[in-house]
């Protein structure tokens, strides 16, 4: 097991059982994820006891994934992981002017089967565990010199098919001792798994959510997105209700513009009927091309039209800044690349 899979509270239970001292937990996590430790091995820990070292380095491992390449472009940077298994996974890092944000995966692999989304051509080999979603932001702060101020889980997966390892790592990052990543500055983004949205919204932090609806009705839902076939629009939106009432946070709803299928007038004009009275805001997002699906980005009037409906319509909209579109930067892309998959 990784020590990065550990929440302090679970790090605390561990030197209890072991007869140690509890406060060990928080020097442990202080030598893990102070800008000024990050040990790399347990042996550098020095104010632990040596046996109570040697019995950690017993339990634990300290390093499970590896930087294979970075490629780099103005203002962000896309890094490829190697796992233990060999597998691969991806993050993106982007400098905004208000932080850097780290886009992180959740799952090799992704079984939602989103049509236009190139991870979904690999089914789920298996989840992240909380360690290796950890240690991503690790490896980008050692490797960038940055300290990362924004986490988004966008990258490869569904978050909430992973359900618990995302929450104990939202509890790692955000700790003081921890990472202390501000939760308003935490993001998880989901397809739209109702039964997971509905438990969320009882998780105590204060976490942006973000739902990727991508079309404003089942109908075209369901052809671009399997999961509208479990979940329909109804069901969605109503959990997304129990989750605005009970958090009182305002949800982003994702919608890729895609030329010629989802982007008409009429498209806007249903989204806003969805949208009305709900505490959110949309996030327009222009289409990444990949290869291997023959989805084309919308035209860039089409999308300014899409924005002025939205707007006049008093619905908070915003399109979304773009990077890293030459460096393939889309969800998946970058590992379909190296495995030629
Ligand atoms: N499974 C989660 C999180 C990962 S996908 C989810 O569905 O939200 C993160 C976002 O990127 C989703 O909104 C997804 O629809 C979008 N996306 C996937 N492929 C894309 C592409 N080629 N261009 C732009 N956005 C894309």
């Given at each position: 097991m990784s020590i990065y899979d550990l929440t302090i509270d679970k790090l605390t239970e561990y030197f209890l059982k072991i007869d140690e001292k509890k406060y060990y937990a928080t020097e442990l996590f202080s030598w893990l994820y102070a800008k000024d430790k990050r040990i790399t091995?347990?042996?550098?820990?020095?104010?632990?006891?040596k046996e109570t070292r040697e019995k950690l380095s017993k339990d634990f491992t300290i390093s499970n994934i590896e930087i294979v390449t970075v490629e780099k472009a103005k203002d962000v940077r896309k890094y490829l992981f190697k796992l233990n298994d060999k597998e691969h996974v991806e993050a993106v890092l982007m400098n905004h002017d208000y932080g850097n944000s780290l886009c992180i995966s959740s799952q090799v692999g992704c079984n939602m089967g989103c049509k236009f989304c190139e991870s979904g051509r690999r089914k789920k080999v298996r989840n992240l565990t909380t360690g290796e979603m950890v240690e991503q932001i690790l490896k980008v702060e050692n490797e960038s010199?940055?300290?990362?101020?924004h986490v988004v889980i966008?990258?490869?997966?569904?978050?909430f098919d992973n359900y618990d390892n995302i929450c104990n790592f939202i509890k790692i990052i955000n700790h003081p001792k921890g990472l202390n990543i501000g939760a308003r500055h935490i993001t998880v983004s989901t397809c739209g798994l109702v039964p997971k949205i509905l438990e969320f919204a009882n998780f105590p932090y204060q976490v942006n959510l973000a739902i990727s609806?991508?079309?404003?009705n089942d109908k075209l839902r369901k052809e671009i997105m399997p999961i509208a076939k479990v979940y329909p629009l109804k069901d969605l939106i109503n959990a997304i209700k129990v989750y605005l009432e009970k958090t009182n946070r305002r949800v982003t709803f994702e919608y890729i513009m895609l030329d010629g299928v989802n982007d008409k007038e009429e498209h806007a004009l249903e989204l806003v009927n969805l949208l009305k009275g709900i505490n959110s805001y949309v996030n327009l997002i222009p289409y990444n091309e990949?290869?291997?699906?023959?989805y084309k980005r919308s035209k860039p009037l089409t999308i300014a039209k899409f924005y002025d409906i939205l707007k006049k319509n008093n619905i908070t909209v915003t399109i979304r800044r773009e990077f890293g579109g030459t460096i393939s930067a889309a969800c998946g892309q970058l590992r379909s690349k190296k495995e030629d998959i």
């Amino acid at each position: 097991m990784s020590i990065y899979d550990l929440t302090i509270d679970k790090l605390t239970e561990y030197f209890l059982k072991i007869d140690e001292k509890k406060y060990y937990a928080t020097e442990l996590f202080s030598w893990l994820y102070a800008k000024d430790k990050r040990i790399t091995s347990f042996s550098e820990a020095s104010n632990i006891k040596k046996e109570t070292r040697e019995k950690l380095s017993k339990d634990f491992t300290i390093s499970n994934i590896e930087i294979v390449t970075v490629e780099k472009a103005k203002d962000v940077r896309k890094y490829l992981f190697k796992l233990n298994d060999k597998e691969h996974v991806e993050a993106v890092l982007m400098n905004h002017d208000y932080g850097n944000s780290l886009c992180i995966s959740s799952q090799v692999g992704c079984n939602m089967g989103c049509k236009f989304c190139e991870s979904g051509r690999r089914k789920k080999v298996r989840n992240l565990t909380t360690g290796e979603m950890v240690e991503q932001i690790l490896k980008v702060e050692n490797e960038s010199n940055l300290r990362i101020s924004h986490v988004v889980i966008m990258g490869i997966g569904e978050p909430f098919d992973n359900y618990d390892n995302i929450c104990n790592f939202i509890k790692i990052i955000n700790h003081p001792k921890g990472l202390n990543i501000g939760a308003r500055h935490i993001t998880v983004s989901t397809c739209g798994l109702v039964p997971k949205i509905l438990e969320f919204a009882n998780f105590p932090y204060q976490v942006n959510l973000a739902i990727s609806l991508h079309a404003p009705n089942d109908k075209l839902r369901k052809e671009i997105m399997p999961i509208a076939k479990v979940y329909p629009l109804k069901d969605l939106i109503n959990a997304i209700k129990v989750y605005l009432e009970k958090t009182n946070r305002r949800v982003t709803f994702e919608y890729i513009m895609l030329d010629g299928v989802n982007d008409k007038e009429e498209h806007a004009l249903e989204l806003v009927n969805l949208l009305k009275g709900i505490n959110s805001y949309v996030n327009l997002i222009p289409y990444n091309e990949t290869d291997a699906l023959q989805y084309k980005r919308s035209k860039p009037l089409t999308i300014a039209k899409f924005y002025d409906i939205l707007k006049k319509n008093n619905i908070t909209v915003t399109i979304r800044r773009e990077f890293g579109g030459t460096i393939s930067a889309a969800c998946g892309q970058l590992r379909s690349k190296k495995e030629d998959i």
